[in-house]
């Protein structure tokens, strides 16, 4: 009884100690997310999901627009290694206005914040998202907020408070692929392999060449969630089913991250949610 009782005791802590952990961001990618408490546990509206033609609703949903999307970036551009992901966090453009979206299924204005990618490793891809039941090499995620509320984290609590843009990253063998603002940003990881570690990405960037030359008009959308704890359900995604093509040397540049246990970063991305009857969007070309 006695016994019982400690161990259940030890049991709890180790439950506190966990959900401690997570409430200072601290988790890790062991479990790809399986471990996770809270709302990542209990959520019904989780994210990623697996996206595929066969089971998404077809709808002549409008066009995503994009505003100060082509305006460069202020200065300075700053990446960190967060012991998670490469996360860069984003000013307002040159003319004092941050880019932002609207459109597609989104409620609202959501003006960009930051961005931030899964990956896998040397022999296994990392998107979380799945399309067509494929995962792709890596996928970035540019954040954006509701304009209605003033932070990220306040945000975060409201169902319509934040818009993720999804964009698979694809490897290609050779050089052929030359993504000027991408391939920027990934010239500059090997200057972020030590946890919390940040470096400036020098030069001019607009949000356009972080998209590439994607067609934008072909994507999926539906509500989720943040895929990292505390895996708030705040998000409406929208999920480009065309990849950007980059050659596979400079993807690699991400295994070579550290986490904060100074393990390697590698396979951060979380395992697919269930749907539980959410509907999920395709735009179908008019
Ligand atoms: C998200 O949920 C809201 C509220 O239920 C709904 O009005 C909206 O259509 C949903 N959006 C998508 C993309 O499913
Ligand atoms: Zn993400």
Redesign the pocket.
């Known amino acids: 009884m006695c016994v019982l009782n400690r161990r259940r005791f030890i049991v709890f802590l180790q439950f506190l100690l966990l959900a401690a952990k997570q409430a200072s961001g601290q988790f890790n990618y062991d479990q790809q997310g399986r471990d996770w408490a809270g709302t990542c546990a209990t959520g019904r509206s989780q994210s990623p999901i697996r996206l595929a033609d066969n089971t998404a609703i077809r709808r002549p949903i409008p066009r995503i627009r994009f505003t100060n999307y082509n305006r460069a970036l202020q200065s300075p551009l700053i990446m960190t290694n967060n012991g998670h992901?490469a996360n860069i966090v984003l000013p307002p453009t040159n003319n004092g206005q941050r880019a932002s979206i609207q459109g597609g299924l989104l409620p609202g204005t959501f003006e960009a914040q930051s961005v931030?990618f899964?990956w896998g490793s040397a022999n296994s891809r990392g998107s979380?998202h799945l399309i067509n039941g494929q995962r792709y090499d890596v996928?970035m995620?540019i954040?954006h907020k509701n304009v209605r509320y003033a932070t990220v984290a306040e945000a975060s609590l409201r169902p319509d408070g934040l818009a993720?843009l999804g964009v698979m990253l694809q490897a290609v063998p050779t050089l052929i692929s030359t993504h000027f603002g991408l391939n920027r940003i990934l010239d500059r990881l090997p200057q972020v392999i030590r946890d919390q570690s940040s470096t400036m990405i020098a030069g001019q960037l607009t949000m356009n060449d972080l998209l590439g030359r994607i067609p934008t008009g072909r994507f999926y959308s539906y509500n989720g969630s943040?895929?990292?704890p505390d895996c708030a359900e705040s998000v409406t995604w929208t999920v480009f089913s065309d990849s950007v093509k980059l050659p596979r040397p400079q993807i690699a540049k991400f295994w070579d991250l550290p986490d904060e246990r100074s393990l390697p970063l590698i396979n951060n991305y979380r395992h697919p949610q269930e749907i539980n009857g959410r509907p999920i969007f395709q735009r179908t070309l008019i």
């Open positions: 992901t931030h899964h979380e996928e995620h954040v993720v943040l895929t990292t």
